[in-house]
Structures are given as structure tokens and as C-alpha cells.
């Protein structure tokens, strides 16, 4: 059987302090679940291991939700994607990725696809210079002030334009940490 490299990216936990999933702990879940080679990074909510690869992402991801509820309670939503899937969102950055700070630039990872349609009553030129571009299960997000001041990643949060889909945000930092991390 072979094995593969997989990100776990949790959505939600360690914010204000609501859902509170302590980094130790969940290496220790991933590990009962019988994945190996387990670390995290920073404490909201990236996991990396490895698995074996007959399992799919989403059994893998379904399989995380289901310990975490049973162990602390709560409900958290997991995407879990693999190594080759990072490096090609990576790779398809529409963006200029090596020449904007890590906080200006941030992949909206999705459960499922997204089309240009979930988006059209969004005007682009209301939001410049902050800008999103479509990728496979990914949206780009160009925001120069960063996500907190950014009104472009306000308008996309809003549960009609998600509707039907787990949407978990990371910084570009983050997204180049996990590709390493899976390599």
C-alpha cells in the first residue's frame, strides 16, 4: 500500500476564542486515526500527515469530523487535500505571489467547485484594487490592506455566495508552509 502527504485545514477553531482544539490534541486524533508522521502549524487549524492513499480526501476529511465531535463536542468542518493539489494552487496563482507580503494574498480552499455564475452580482471595480480570481476549489484573493480591513473578503464570506460549500481561508504564508510541509 502507498502513502501520501495530506493538509488538514480545520475551519474556524482557536478564534476568538470559541472551539478551542488544542494543536497537541489534535495530533493525537490524527494519530488514533492512524496517520503517521502528524504536525501542525501555528494553532488554527493546519494538521499535515501522512495517510494511505486508497482513502479520498473527503473520507479522510469526513473521518476528522467525526472524531473531533466525538471527542471535544463541537463541529468543525475539514477539507483535506494532498500534496500534489497544493503545489498546483500554488502553481496557478493568478497573482504576483513572490512580490506581495504573505498577509495580502489568501486561498479561499473550497469543498467543491466554484464557477463564475456563484459570483456575478459581485461589481469587481467596487472592490479595487482588491481583487479575486477562480482557481480548481480555490479562490485567489488580492487583498493589498489585508483580510481584516478588506470589504472585497467581506462581500465573498456572505453565506449566499457559499451556499452548499465549507470555505476555510489561508494567508499565502500558510499555503506556501503546507506545500513544504506535504512535499
Not at 49 to 56: C, N, V
Request: charge should be neutral.
Amino acid at each position: 500500500m502507498t502513502t501520501k502527504r495530506y493538509a488538514a485545514l480545520l475551519r474556524g477553531i482557536n478564534v476568538g476564542g470559541a472551539k478551542k482544539l488544542p494543536m497537541a490534541e489534535l495530533r493525537d486524533l490524527l494519530a488514533e486515526l492512524g496517520h503517521t508522521d502528524v504536525s501542525t502549524l501555528l494553532a488554527s487549524g493546519n494538521a499535515v500527515f501522512t495517510a494511505a492513499d486508497a482513502a479520498s480526501e473527503e473520507e479522510l476529511a469526513r473521518d476528522l469530523e467525526t472524531a473531533i465531535e466525538k471527542r471535544f463536542g463541537f463541529t468543525v468542518a475539514c477539507l483535506v487535500r494532498d500534496h500534489a493539489y497544493l503545489r498546483a494552487v500554488a502553481d496557478a496563482c493568478p497573482f504576483p505571489a513572490a512580490e506581495l507580503e504573505g498577509k495580502q494574498l489568501h486561498a479561499n480552499f473550497t469543498s467543491g467547485p466554484l464557477d463564475a455564475g456563484r459570483y456575478a452580482g459581485l461589481d469587481p471595480a467596487a472592490y479595487l484594487p482588491e481583487e479575486f480570481r477562480l482557481g480548481d476549489r480555490v479562490l485567489y484573493l488580492y487583498a493589498p490592506n489585508g483580510l481584516g480591513r478588506s470589504k472585497l473578503a467581506e462581500a465573498l464570506a456572505k453565506p449566499a455566495l457559499n451556499k452548499g460549500l465549507t470555505v476555510t481561508s489561508r494567508n499565502w504564508n500558510t499555503v506556501v508552509k503546507l506545500v513544504e510541509l506535504t512535499a
